[in-house]
């Protein structure tokens, strides 16, 4: 079974510019998360995404990002225009939920790794 | 709010050694516990999970972990550490669902990176 594919991997880009990840869940996972991961730290929550619906985006500076998650399925999350304090790694997650197959264990991607110059 | 701590951002242990990763977890009720591994350039791993059954949880590459409710710990063990251990681990906690309303968000603590000397 194929896990959460993301790209790109690594993006290299000037300030001001913009930049957009994408994002695969597993298969039949109807829950999708986008972590934002500083460098030494722990992950931290940018949005949260059942089926079509973003139902925790408290966390995502909107001002500048934005996230879509067409027909439920894939999702791109962009930054325009990008700062310095963006360059971290962010990772796309999924799970299944719902009542009955909530169990709160995500499945990570390997991250996209963005370093804004 | 719940929360994660974990006590010390970096630890060292000779190949051999007992590994000990600290965890404690601040909630109004018993929440769901995990430990993610991280590897180099890599995205987070499941290591093992605590839903309320036994409270000494077996996890992958022979790491465990034990639920204390009377001390709010998590702390993740294994008996003898491989060079392959080298990581990054994280501690995380989600509330269960039925209590309170669920928020599906899986809460990190800053991490604890392994380093195995030979």
């Known amino acids: 079974e194929a896990g959460v594919v993301q790209s790109p991997r690594y993006k290299i880009i000037e300030k001001k510019q913009p930049v957009a990840f994408w994002c695969n869940p597993i298969?039949?996972?109807?829950?999708l998360y986008w972590y934002r991961q500083n460098l030494g730290q722990g992950p931290e929550l940018l949005i949260r995404?059942?089926?079509?619906?973003?139902?925790?985006d408290s966390q995502l500076p909107k001002d500048r990002f934005s996230a879509e998650r067409l027909k439920g399925v894939d999702s791109t999350l962009k930054i325009q225009p990008a700062e310095l304090g963006d360059s971290a790694v962010y990772l796309c997650?999924?799970?299944?939920?719902?009542?009955?197959?909530?169990?709160?264990?995500?499945?990570f991607g390997e991250g996209s790794r963005l370093t804004v110059l | 709010a719940q929360s994660v701590t974990q006590l010390g951002s970096h630890v060292s242990v000779s190949e051999g050694a007992l590994v000990l990763l600290r965890c404690n977890y601040s909630?109004?009720?018993?929440?769901?516990l995990f430990w993610y591994v991280q590897y180099p350039n890599q995205g987070l791993q499941l290591l093992l999970k605590?839903?309320?059954?036994?409270?000494l949880v077996k996890g992958i590459n022979g790491f465990e972990a034990e639920f204390k409710k009377s001390e709010t710990s998590f702390h993740l063990t294994k008996p003898s550490a491989h060079m392959s251990d080298a990581a990054e681990y994280f501690c995380?906690?989600?509330?269960?669902?039925?209590?309170?309303?669920?928020?599906?968000?899986?809460?990190f603590g800053q991490g604890t990176t392994l380093q195995v000397k030979p």
């Open positions: 997650a999924s799970s299944l939920g719902g009542l009955g197959s909530y169990t709160g264990e995500l499945f």
């Open positions: 298969s039949g996972h109807n829950t």
């Open positions: 995404y059942e089926n079509e619906e973003a139902v925790d």
């Open positions: 909630s109004s009720v018993p929440p769901y």
């Open positions: 605590y839903t309320s059954a036994a409270t």
């Open positions: 995380a906690v989600t509330p269960k669902l039925f209590v309170g309303g669920n928020t599906g968000k899986l809460i």
